[in-house]
């Protein structure tokens, strides 16, 4: 049967968050919706866990994987939505979600969708509104995109586009920026359709945040190869990480 949304989660030995992810869709499936975890053959319980959610999980699979990219491309291979958007284990959706599906169910013929995100630092929260589809395509034709203006969690593509693209193995991190690029190089500003809520809270302290450098360094690497020039605002970036990482403790330290 088929579906509007494919929600999918790539996980590996991470069992707690994924409870808290399952739960949370578990609030949002109806037969619209079908969900999907893709486990890189973990260690920690997380296969007795799916048989204890079967009844929200739709397709599962355990295996070894070359990476969380790796692991996003083979769900490709089971889902049935129309759209997929892919839910870190952790992470959650707000009631926003439902604004989305709406918007799916009344236009299938918009190439993506996206809305903004709540950062959750543990010990404060900050909400970041989405970008209009507008100032993203501007950014864009003026070559000044220098990285993902939303979170790949709050992203929902076509399917058939991201069976398209996919992402490129060769980034640990930033394959997202690459794919983003490719879904604006192929499409018009009316494809796309963008909400100003917060679709998604997801914590910090992920792959992306724990490694800024490598971050940084493969949106220039990704930057240079698509747009073919480079670009003073990666070495601004580099500077201010520098001092970022100075006082980054003491901003933990105080709570601020």
Known sequence: MSKIISIVTVCYNCKDDLIRTIEN???????????????????????????????????????????????????LNFIKGDYVVYLNAGDLFTDSFSMVLDILKRNSTLKAV??????????????????????????????????????????????DLMKKYKYDTAYKICADYKLFLNLLSDSFSHEFKSISNPICLFEMGGVSDLNRSLLFS???????????KKSVHFKIIKLREILYSKIRPLFRALNL
């Open 25 to 75: 869709v578990r609030g949002l499936k109806n037969s619209d919706i079908e969900y999907i975890v893709i486990d890189g053959n973990s260690t920690d319980g997380t296969q007795v866990l799916i048989e204890d959610y079967r009844d929200v999980i739709d397709s599962f699979i355990s295996e070894k994987d070359f990476g969380i990219y790796d692991a996003m491309n083979k769900s």
């Open 114 to 159: 996206w809305g903004g995100h709540i950062l959750d630092y543990k010990y404060k929260k900050t909400t970041l509104l989405s970008k209009s589809v507008s100032d993203v395509m501007e950014s864009f034709n003026n070559k000044k995109l220098f990285g993902m203006p939303v979170c790949h969690q709050s992203l929902f593509i076509r399917s």
């Open 218 to 228: 493969e949106y220039e690497s990704i930057y240079v190869s698509y747009f073919k």
